[in-house]
């Protein structure tokens, strides 16, 4: 299949979500913490930092090594509903700029795509909050078998949404996910919250979502396209 490089935006915008859309990370510490140290460990801001980007069962892996004595599954399903408890008290911290560009990409008609790896459960309440149709798919990361640094995730993105990889931009916050970007053939924005981004092949690295707009992306994205006909 030939992209379609002829055209003034991409097909797709294929979003990450925690730290890229909303502003949940803290809510992810805020829950791992209290789980560490009801079984008598300590969990630091550094140790938390670890788990920005991963699989949630990876994540549930290493807070096993800090003695959390569940299985991995438990773990990821008491973390969900943490979180999910917090954005239900203090709301959803949508991250600068996110809300606005979203809007202008679907007022150009470009599909768009959340694509974390969160469980889908909370993506897709996390996605019913921007109170106007955001988003023509959503997937979690129980959706796929090989979480991000693989391209799997992406890649089942577009094809959910029925577009070639190549017509796509990936938008991420952490070297995981714009790992998995890059490798999926997608044009990847990094966009980096509480880690720095320094990952070879990435088409752009955006301090901020402020201010952008869908011209903007569809900007990246045919520079992106030209390189890769170079």
């Not at 959503?138 to 991000?148: E, I, Q, T």
Request: with cysteine.
């Amino acid at each position: 299949m030939t992209a379609s490089t002829d055209l003034a935006y991409p097909k797709a915008v294929l979003w990450d979500m925690d730290g890229t859309l909303v502003d949940s990370e803290p809510y992810w510490m805020a829950a791992e913490t209290p789980l560490v140290e009801s079984f008598g460990g300590s969990w630091t801001h550094e140790d938390a930092l670890q788990l920005v980007g991963s699989s949630l069962e990876g994540s549930a892996e290493i807070l096993q090594r800090a003695g959390v004595r569940m299985g991995a599954n438990e773990i990821v399903e008491h973390l969900t509903d943490g979180v999910l408890r917090q954005m239900a008290e203090k709301g959803v911290p949508f991250r600068p700029g996110a809300e606005q560009l979203l809007r202008d990409l679907r007022a150009a008609g470009v599909r768009t795509a959340i694509v974390t790896m969160s469980r889908r459960r909370m993506a897709r309440r996390i996605a019913d909050l921007f109170g106007f149709d955001a988003f023509d798919a959503v997937l979690g990361g129980d959706d796929v078998a090989r979480p991000k640094p693989f391209p799997d995730p992406y890649l089942a993105g577009a094809e959910a949404l029925g577009v070639d990889i190549r017509d796509c931009v990936a938008i991420e916050d952490s070297p995981t996910g714009l790992t998995s970007a890059v490798a999926s053939g997608a044009a990847a924005i990094g966009v980096p919250h509480f880690v720095p981004l320094e990952v070879p092949g990435a088409a752009a690295i955006w301090d901020t979502l402020e201010g952008r707009t869908a011209a903007d992306v569809a900007g990246v994205w045919r520079a992106s396209a030209a390189e890769g006909r170079a």
